[in-house]
């Protein structure tokens, strides 16, 4: 008998403030902020479709945790895989409390070039619009990966 198991997430989004880089006790570096996502749904009588925001809490450890708090600031479009987590704790009145969010594992960049600049910590992408994106998996430093500037592109 197989057992199927599968935590992925994937999410693009806006930031809703700024990261705000942290060590725990041991060291470890962690960032947690929020999404803001749009979702779209269908209005009462058929009319035209309605947005509405869905704010996902994220965390972000070690070197991606860095790379973001980095990179990224409040309103700053973001794309980024990871795993959903939940965890639960008593609070101080003896209440049970549970929160979910998501853990990232790679971030990436969204802005195009002309959008980037300021809005991503200053950074600013090269001639071909290359930006970097940081995986915890990878090595210690970012992935550059050159793109083509071709206009003609189906999307």
Do not use: H
């Not at 990232?104 to 290359?130: I, L």
Request: hydrophobic share 35%; proline share 4%; with cysteine.
């Amino acid at each position: 008998m197989s057992c199927l198991n599968l935590n992925k997430v994937v999410l693009a989004g806006r930031l809703t403030g700024d990261p705000e880089l942290k060590q725990t006790p041991s060291g470890v570096s962690v960032v947690r902020f929020t999404v803001a996502i749009n979702r779209r749904f269908a209005a009462k009588n058929g009319e035209q479709a309605e947005q509405q925001a869905d704010f996902i809490s994220i965390t972000a450890w070690r070197t991606t945790a860095e790379f973001v708090s980095k990179y990224f600031r409040k309103g700053s479009a973001i794309c980024l895989t990871g795993s959903i987590q939940t965890r639960s704790w008593t609070d101080a009145q003896g209440q049970k409390r549970y929160a979910t969010e998501v853990v990232a594992d790679e971030v990436n960049f969204v802005d195009s070039r002309n959008e980037g600049g300021a809005a991503n910590g200053g950074y600013t992408p090269d001639a071909y619009g290359t930006a970097p994106s940081y995986s915890s998996n990878a090595g210690s430093a970012p992935n550059f990966e050159e793109q083509s500037t071709d206009d003609d592109l189906p999307f």
